[in-house]
């Protein structure tokens, strides 16, 4: 399986992490068996959010993983705060150093590998972050920082104030749903690829040495669900997945998560499927290079365009 280094640390991570929103549904034998498997494999980034499940996924995997035999050490667990559910988003220093001792407590865990801020909080005042980050890198809480869904200047408004690197952005992407990638390819056109809606934060997360972490990988982003196999919405792109798949003697799943690798990005996957098929599947695209013709067949067929 491919590897990454993970920001500027040249700690060496997964190009796969484990997202765990859905495994609230699955039996305490079902999750010990899938930790293990994942750990088995190579697959020992674990992405976590405090409000997945409404907490309950973290009090799971906290319960489940210590069942498994497999050190701490060995693992890489991730969480998010700052969501409010249905309320607000909260950036302030009490709600994020209290979310991180639920957070900790729940995971049955002394620390966080890395902790990301979930969303952008309008409210946020920066100095509160760099506050909160100071006590929970200084107590040993939290070993590493990031941030999900942000654009670069609002990560550039946290890094007036925040000491730590921020290592992560945490970033929808699919085939289908890459205007990060279409923005630039049809920069200066009147064209709806060329909307900029993220400042242009592919460019600058590789400009910064930021892992941009890839998620909903198999889902359209456009209400049309997963664009993979029975879709009527993609039929030139399913059939261009087919064909690769023939080619490299590997399911549609796994060139579609080829697309997301080959990017010079090194971006890294979070896969959220419970089944261990799925993610034999996706390891197996993390093997596969395509070429750049390739690549970009299955870019033009997804409907988006070279101007």
């Known amino acids: 399986m491919k590897k990454l280094i993970l920001g500027k640390t040249g700690h060496v991570i997964p190009s796969v992490a484990i997202g765990c929103m859905r495994i609230a549904d699955m039996e305490e034998s079902a999750l010990i068996s ?37 050190r701490r050490e060995d693992m890489i667990i991730q969480s998010k705060c700052g ?50 980050f100071d006590k929970l890198e200084q ?16 990560i ?17 992407l699919s085939i289908p749903f890459s205007g990060m990638v279409a923005a630039g390819m049809e920069a200066n056109m009147l064209t ?9 934060i592919l460019d600058y997360c590789r400009l910064n040495d930021i892992t941009i972490q ?3 990988p198999f889902q359209s982003g456009s209400g049309k669900g997963i ?25 549609p799943t796994a060139i579609a998560s080829a697309w997301i690798f080959r ?15 799925r993610l034999d599947e996706i390891i197996r695209g993390s093997e596969i290079t395509l070429t750049r013709e390739e690549w970009y067949r299955l870019y033009l067929a997804a409907g988006h365009i070279l101007p």
Not at 41 to 63: P, Q, S, V
Not at 230 to 249: I, T
């Open 263 to 277: 990017h010079p990005a090194n971006i890294q996957m979070i896969a959220g499927t419970t089944k261990t098929s």
């Open 139 to 154: 107590s040993g809480k939290v070993r590493y920082f990031g941030v999900s869904n942000q654009r670069p200047g609002q």
């Open 214 to 216: 890839a998620w909903s």
């Open 83 to 132: 969501i409010v559910p249905g309320i607000m988003y909260d950036l302030s220093a009490v709600h994020i150093l209290c979310s991180v001792d639920n957070i900790l407590t729940r995971l049955d865990t002394d620390y966080l590998d890395v902790l990301l801020l979930h969303r952008p909080d309008a409210l946020m005042e920066p100095e509160q972050v760099a506050q909160a």
């Open 192 to 200: 709806d690829g060329a909307v900029d809606r993220d400042g242009g």
């Open 227 to 251: 664009f993979i196999g029975d879709n009527d919405n993609y039929p030139e792109l399913n059939q261009a997945l087919r064909d690769l798949g023939e080619k490299y003697q590997a399911t």
């Open 34 to 70: 899938h930790i293990s498997y994942c750990m088995e494999h190579g697959l020992n980034f674990f992405d976590h959010a405090d409000i997945y499940g409404g907490g309950e996924c973290e009090t799971l995997f906290g319960k489940a993983w210590k069942q498994t035999g497999c």
């Open 156 to 172: 550039e408004l946290l890094k007036k104030c925040v000491r730590q690197d921020l290592l992560i952005d945490q970033l929808q």
